[in-house]
């Protein structure tokens, strides 16, 4: 006799697996255990058995970031469910792809106080790009699996690409019996691709102009070359988030700037003033850059998004498209570049911010964060997937990281700009093949400290470094570090936040290798070490004196910015 359950799970994970999805997160459960027996059972996809839902959550969408292809999530009815929604919010701000597959009592058992059963109807509320709560496999009007399949990998892969969560309620008995005789194994089918951008007449904005690109994130492979095209052609320097790829790799970098964080917080803007702005992507981590753009809407911006979001509403002309696509038809569309002094003033004040920068760096003692991040940057191994957790670290990066031939990929959660499961989304890049290391703070760390067990579990070649300076470094940068706006002693405890956790114990503890550094040197050979296995790397600075390096970094610039 045939299972309904097994027989619709079995022939969904093909269906998938013919879509070209080739990895899936699985928690345990009762309900769910149909999911996982037609997954188990597919041989193309890898599953990655994870305890903690909210782990395997963030798993799936570093996972997902890394290889460009969607990644199920599959978990139980109940609470479970519910571990899933920061990762399916970050999924959705980010562009990822993800499939939540979501195991649920049948109508008949909800809301009428059954065990482990609450409202999963749109559980996460307007997050997914689609959502399905669909029948029991066993009732008459149940969907066919490969037409679900379709509807599922063109929502999550279309534009703009993102998470949808397909609610599968299970009558019971879930697995008795046999998966039934199907009739096809679903040929291949694709996936939806982005439609071109509406043709604009934008070549005049933007022909001999005095202009810069500034190229947000992106998950785009392509995007790097594309908008160094678009550089070529126009000769403006690009402006490049660290996790738009732009400033690391072997493509061309002779006009990209790599201390834009730096430059934009000495005014370099206003004294190398744009006649327009090409915007590529979302809204860069650099607080003072993002905050130009916001208070110069009178210079003319393009901006081209996926989801037609201006996070600053300053931008002329909004593009819902694919920024690469955008940037490959402006390089096509452009005439002329711009004068032939603009593109060499930036690059001559982005030396003198590097110069300026290590300088001041090189004077300070070391272990410092400014100086980790860029000894991170300079040591990985190449094709290294590197993640950099919000906060600081990301901030540094941008700040310090510079630019380099190195092809590494920076991967953050800065969708929703969170610290929680960056240890998780690191492991996930590491389940792609390539080298792997995280960046995090304690903070990050500590709210992740269970992702340590699933490394442990895993055994995946991850480094995790975890600079630990005993609380919330970034907010001592904020006014309420000031003792006249804030007591200090409320400002340390509710703030400051200092923990005492010693990571390298809790590493060991669980059976994870671990390294307290406390030398550039050290740090550089271990990470530039080939590593087979979870590591953990753990740095101790000191909040106070990063506050006074930063802002000793910061003056050396612009004075010698105003230098003749």
Known sequence: MSNHNLTFSTALAVALADHGVTDACISPGSRNTPLIAGFAAETRITKWPILDERSAGFFGVGAARATGNPVVLICTSGTAATEYHAAVVEARQDYVPLIVLTADRPPELRGIGAPQSIDQVSLYGSSPLLFRDIPPPDDDIAPEPRTLADEIVGAACGLPRGPVHINLPFREPLLTGEVAAHPDRFGPSGTAQPAAP????????????????????????????????????????????????????????????????????AGILDTLRPEVVVRLGPIPTSKPLWQWLESHPDVPQILAEASGHDATGSAAVTITASPSVVAASLAAQAGGSAPSDWAPSWRHADLIAENAARRELDRAPFPNEPAIARTVIDSCPPQTALTVASSMPIRDIDSFGGTTSQPIDIYGNRGTNGIDGLVSAALGTAASGCPAVALVGDVSMFHDLNALGTMAQLALPLTVVVVNNNGGGIFHFLPHADPTVMDPATFETYLGTPHGTDFVAVAEALGIEAHRVETRERLASLLSEPETGPRLIEIRTDRGRNVELHRSVAAAVGEALRQP
Request: charged share 25%; net charge neutral.
């Open 198 to 265: 509406q043709q604009k007449d934008l070549a005049d904005a933007i022909t001999s102009k005095k202009g810069i690109i500034v190229a947000g994130r992106s998950n785009e492979r392509e995007f790097p070359e594309t908008v160094a095209q678009l550089a070529a052609t126009t000769g403006f320097p690009i402006l490049g988030d660290p996790l738009s790829g732009i400033r690391h790799g072997r493509h061309a970098r002779d006009l990209v700037v790599g201390h834009g964080d730096l430059l934009a917080a």
